[in-house]
């Protein structure tokens, strides 16, 4: 019973927190499904990543406030209810998940494993040969609370984007990618280092700070 009590405070503590969360309010207020729009509008305005009439594929997809975030970088002048961008896309959006995806206008979604090779092809197929201008990666897998099992697992989600942006990225293509600090994060940092000419990790401001949650930006690739 103590257990339980102890849960349900946590829950309660979290649900207050969450819905006294500034960015949880605007996100409401702007249509977006997740606070996490925010973190990647940071980023990129940070860094000046996304630009209208690029190719940018979404991992980790769901439930779709980055791809939301890309569909109004590329429909900057037309936003509809709830700051929703409509109109004609000026650029691709291609996002991928293992969870289900409520459409968002004008983004090809692939629902999937992006660990399996069937979904990876499918996902090439959609690119249909164009080079990829940005991939960001809101990845992380189900955590069982086993902090090696978890790390290996983040690691694997991590190497797997690198894996996919240098095979398609152009060559002043980025990859944002969600990580985490502990276990196995200066491995991840120096893969980054190896791949991309310049690597900047930025803690976004809408990324809760009780979270270890950081992400690793690389721009450039480097060519052998």
């Known amino acids: 019973m103590k257990i339980k009590t102890k849960s349900k405070k946590v829950n309660k503590a979290w649900l207050h927190d969450h819905m006294n969360d500034p960015y949880v309010k605007m996100a409401q207020k702007e249509g977006y499904r997740a606070r996490a729009a925010y973190k990647l509008k940071e980023i990129d305005e940070t860094f000046k990543l996304i630009h209208p009439g690029q190719v940018v594929v979404d991992l980790g997809a769901a439930p779709g406030a980055w791809s939301q975030y890309l569909r109004r970088r ?58 990829v201008d940005v991939v960001v990666s809101d990845m992380a897998p189900n955590l069982s609370g086993i902090a090696s099992a978890d790390s290996a697992r983040i690691a694997h989600l991590v190497e797997l984007a690198v894996d996919f942006s240098v095979r398609h990225l ?16 200066s491995q991840l940092a120096e893969l980054f280092k190896r791949q ?29």
């Open 74 to 131: 590329f429909a900057p002048k037309t936003a509809g209810v709830g700051g929703a961008a409509t109109g004609e896309l000026d650029g691709a959006i291609i996002a991928l998940d293992l969870l289900e995806f409520e459409p968002v206008d004008g983004v090809n979604f692939i629902q999937g494993d992006f660990r399996e090779d069937e979904v990876m092809q499918q996902l090439e197929t959609a690119l249909g040969g164009r080079a």
């Open 196 to 224: 991309f000419r310049v690597v900047k990790p930025i803690k976004p401001k809408a990324s809760r700070d009780r979270s270890s949650e950081t992400f690793l930006v690389g721009i450039g690739l480097k060519r052998p």
């Open 170 to 185: 152009k060559p002043d293509g980025a990859l944002v990618a969600k990580v985490f600090h502990g276990s196995g994060y």
